[in-house]
T-cell receptor
Framework: GAGVSQSPRYKVAKRGQDVALRCDPI?????LFWYQQALGQGPEFLTY????????KSGLPSDRFFAERPEGSVSTLKIQRTQQEDSAVYLC???????????????FGPGTRLTVL | RKEVEQDPGPFNVPEGATVAFNCTYS??????FFWYRQDCRKEPKLLMS???SGNEDGRFTAQLNRASQYISLLIRDSKLSDSATYLC?????????FGTGTSLTVIP
């Protein structure tokens, strides 16, 4: 079946531009996560949704980062006024778990590689 | 202190060798534990969950020591296709914390 998809796969932005990154999770998956992965590092948690509710956004690095999942399926990560330090791969993951207590196995999308010039 | 600490390697081993990776975590309330594999410029993929009793999947064995807050992964009879970065992952509450990954290269 279809896995997690993300678009665009690559994005080049000029410093100060706004960008929007899209994630289509696996159909029926309740939980959705966004991560930021810098070169040579492991993914760093940004935010977590259970259906349309954003239950944890403690990993968002600044108020320039905003995520939404209005209908509990597709999610968008928006970065306003991009800075060079925002350059990274942005990974989306989804999992089936409905309890919220144990998000369970995550399935990752291919990521969006963002380069800010 | 980082939530998850992992030796970045790199580990370069010959085919057929046994190699072990270790990982420590800082939060004793962490609930679940995983090893993920990430190939170059690809997304992470689940390799195996880690259970307190230890678990095995073919050539791969994972161990968890809650008292020492320590997780390990053992790969026996290494194959060229095992070359990748191995990420230790700890779930605490809603969050998943990833280690920086350990790079493995299996040499013919």
């Amino acid at each position: 079946g279809a896995g997690v998809s993300q678009s665009p796969r690559y994005k080049v932005a000029k410093r100060g531009q706004d960008v929007a990154l899209r994630c289509d999770p696996i159909s029926g998956h309740v939980s959705l996560f966004w991560y930021q992965q810098a070169l040579g590092q492991g993914p760093e948690f940004l935010t977590y949704f259970q259906n349309e509710a954003q239950l944890d956004k403690s990993g968002l690095p600044s108020d320039r980062f905003f995520a939404e999942r209005p209908e509990g399926s597709v999610s968008t990560l928006k970065i306003q006024r991009t800075q060079q330090e925002d350059s990274a791969v942005y990974l989306c993951a989804s999992s089936l778990d409905r309890s919220g207590r144990n998000p369970g196995t995550q399935y990752f999308g291919p990521g969006t590689r963002l380069t800010v010039l | 202190r980082k939530e998850v600490e992992q030796d970045p390697g790199p580990f370069n081993v010959p085919e057929g060798a046994t190699v072990a990776f270790n990982c420590t975590y800082s939060n004793s309330a962490s609930q679940s534990f995983f090893w993920y594999r990430q190939d170059c410029r690809k997304e992470p993929k689940l390799l195996m969950s880690v259970y307190s009793s230890g678990n095995e999947d073919g050539r791969f064995t994972a161990q968890l020591n809650r008292a020492s807050q320590y997780i390990s992964l053992l790969i026996r009879d290494s194959k060229l296709s095992d070359s990748a970065t191995y990420l230790c992952v700890v779930n605490t509450g809603n969050q998943f914390y990833f280690g920086t990954g350990t790079s493995l290269t299996v040499i013919p």
